[in-house]
């Protein structure tokens, strides 16, 4: 392998990684880190579907570790955008739901996503975004795949 190509495939990853930073895709002027808009945005998702949101579900659905959804659900609570509570239905579960200023700062932020995606796509333009995604779709099979094969006696 040409170690050229690899160096500069794993520096454009860390840039894609940081690329993701707090505000680009989700601020809205609430402060919100893209995590705490996707557990908002599943949030909603589940509650919209009539599944109450657990933190086991969130995890699952938002590729975040367990302490990492606590945390962001702490946060979001303080700051009134959640509430957690016991779930009527399994009282050893507790259910999430947004609480008016969370639903509110959940449309802020979806709006202010789909306004910087849609500016991102401009500029890269669509024919380069199609490629990518492409390319993507591809290197994240290969991924996921690698880690089956490599794993999956553990």
Same mark, same amino acid.
């Given at each position: 392998?040409?170690?050229?190509?690899? !160096?500069?495939?794993? @520096?454009? $990853? *860390? &840039?894609?990684?940081?690329? #993701?930073?707090?505000?680009?895709?989700? %601020?809205?002027?609430?402060?919100?880190?893209?995590?705490?808009?996707?557990?908002?945005?599943?949030?909603?998702?589940?509650?919209?579907?009539?599944?109450?949101?657990?933190?086991?579900?969130?995890?699952?659905?938002?590729?975040?570790?367990?302490?990492?959804? !606590?945390?962001?659900? @702490?946060? $979001? *609570? &303080?700051?009134?955008?959640? #509430?957690?509570?016991?779930?009527?239905? %399994?009282?050893?579960?507790?259910?999430?739901?947004?609480?008016?200023?969370?639903?509110?700062?959940?449309?802020?932020?979806?709006?202010?996503?789909?306004?910087?995606?849609?500016?991102?796509?401009?500029?890269?333009?669509?024919?380069?975004?199609?490629?990518?995604?492409?390319?993507?779709?591809?290197?994240?099979?290969?991924?996921?795949?690698?880690?089956?094969?490599?794993?999956?006696?553990?």
């Amino acid at each position: 392998m040409d170690p050229e190509v690899r !160096s500069r495939f794993e @520096g454009l $990853l *860390e &840039r894609l990684r940081g690329a #993701r930073g707090r505000s680009l895709f989700a %601020d809205a002027g609430d402060g919100m880190h893209f995590p705490e808009f996707a557990v908002l945005c599943r949030v909603r998702e589940l509650i919209d579907s009539g599944t109450s949101a657990s933190v086991k579900e969130l995890q699952r659905d938002t590729h975040v570790s367990k302490p990492a959804v !606590s945390q962001i659900l @702490g946060s $979001l *609570e &303080r700051r009134g955008l959640i #509430r957690r509570e016991i779930d009527g239905g %399994d009282r050893r579960r507790i259910a999430v739901t947004l609480t008016p200023e969370g639903e509110a700062a959940r449309k802020r932020a979806v709006e202010r996503h789909e306004e910087v995606f849609a500016e991102l796509i401009s500029r890269f333009g669509e024919d380069n975004a199609r490629a990518f995604n492409d390319l993507l779709d591809r290197f994240i099979e290969v991924v996921e795949r690698y880690r089956r094969e490599s794993f999956e006696g553990e």
